[in-house]
């Protein structure tokens, strides 16, 4: 059973544009998500976070926007470059336990310049 | 930034062989983790680590797999006798804490090829 579940699996847009990545999940007791950004050959690392108490969380060109009764959430990247282009996982566990991370598949983003 | 690294970064054995994947954690942390990613799949959680003893497991987690960090060394996964389905790309992680803002910084990861 798929707890966390993203879309697309693979995304190309132009250099400058806004990607947007999406992610939904099922189980209610989780309340923080994290997104890891990998590059290949290397390890997943912390792009941008997000608590189920806020609605939205910024940190200079991404944005994460979060519906806590659909459970979905967004990533955002905004202007992006293609240095963005990485795979990235959407990833959900309850506050308790944060180490324990569920996370998606991921989504492929390729950046065309 | 922090860095958590791990060894080797691929071991190919023969099935029912032992393996040891090494990996040395982010130096003042205190929690780890161990996560499995078969190709084309997502990320999974294996087991995690604090004060000596394993907190938690998942049912990924077989007889067949060991953890340990003897004496602040190397935080280690063992698994014996490995199967075909051990084949996958492991992931260490660690942490400062395992709540509030604990985040997780992974390794590279060991590629473990069963033959």
């Known amino acids: 059973q798929q707890q966390v579940r993203q879309s697309p699996q693979s995304l190309t847009v132009w250099e400058g544009e806004t990607a947007i990545l999406n992610c939904s999940y099922e189980n209610s007791a989780f309340d923080y998500f994290p997104w890891y950004q990998q590059f290949p050959g290397e390890g997943p690392a912390l792009l941008i976070s997000i608590l189920s108490v806020s609605d939205k969380k910024e940190d200079g060109r991404f944005t994460i926007f979060f519906n806590k009764r659909e459970k979905k959430l967004s990533l955002h990247i905004a202007d992006s470059q293609p240095g963005d282009s990485a795979t990235y996982f959407c990833?959900?566990?309850?506050?308790?336990?944060?180490?324990?991370?569920?996370f998606g598949q991921g989504t492929k983003l390729s950046i065309k310049p | 930034g922090p860095k958590v690294l791990q060894i080797p970064s691929h071991q190919i054995i023969d099935m029912g062989q032992m393996v040891t994947l090494n990996c040395d954690p982010v130096s003042n942390h205190l929690y780890f983790y161990w996560y499995k990613q078969i190709l084309g799949q997502q990320m999974e959680f294996l087991v995690n680590?604090?004060?000596?003893?394993?907190?938690?497991k998942s049912k990924l987690f077989k007889d067949q797999f060991s953890v340990e960090r003897p004496d602040g060394s190397y935080f280690t996964l063992k698994i014996q006798p490995t199967a075909l389905e051990d084949s996958a790309v492991y992931f260490c992680?660690?942490?400062?804490?395992?709540?509030?803002?604990?985040?997780?910084?992974f390794g590279e990861g060991s590629k473990l090829t069963v033959l």
């Open positions: 680590f604090y004060n000596g003893k394993v907190m938690e």
């Open positions: 992680a660690s942490s400062s804490r395992d709540r509030g803002t604990g985040q997780l910084y």
């Open positions: 990833a959900a566990s309850g506050n308790y336990n944060q180490g324990k991370l569920i």
